[in-house]
């Protein structure tokens, strides 16, 4: 089994800023895209921001220069660092990750999704 395990969520002020990090732990053979998504109160969930295991990366247009994604392949983890925080950036922010695992003599990706933080930025 895969787990995703959240940290780094709270409260801050507008203009402030939080990093989110994501670790995933479990028999894994490798980690392909990971990503962070949000759910704000009465909206769909939506893609945050993603990053190969390359490294390339997209954004969300709404949070273009304020957050960076990163990762750590050796500690399959993934990071959300959060910059020039908004009000309109309050939701629960949700880590997703494509797991290579083994199972009958084969590798095979599965995709995991982690419980959530929640991040409330106040005016």
């Known amino acids: 089994q895969v787990q995703l395990v959240e940290s780094g969520g709270g409260l801050v002020q507008a203009g402030g800023s939080l990093r989110l990090s994501c670790a995933a732990s479990?028999?894994?053979?490798?980690?392909?895209?990971m990503g962070w998504y949000r759910q704000a109160p009465g909206k769909q969930r939506e893609l945050v921001a993603a990053i190969t295991s390359g490294g390339s990366t997209k954004y969300a247009d709404s949070v273009k220069g304020r957050f960076t994604i990163t990762r750590d392949n050796a500690k399959n983890t993934v990071y959300l660092q959060m910059n020039s925080l908004k009000p309109e950036d309050t939701a629960v922010y949700y880590c997703n990750a494509d797991a290579r695992r083994y199972s009958g003599g084969y590798y095979f990706s599965s995709n995991y999704w982690g419980k959530g933080t929640l991040v409330t930025v106040s005016s």
């Open positions: 479990g028999t894994i053979f490798g980690i392909n895209d």
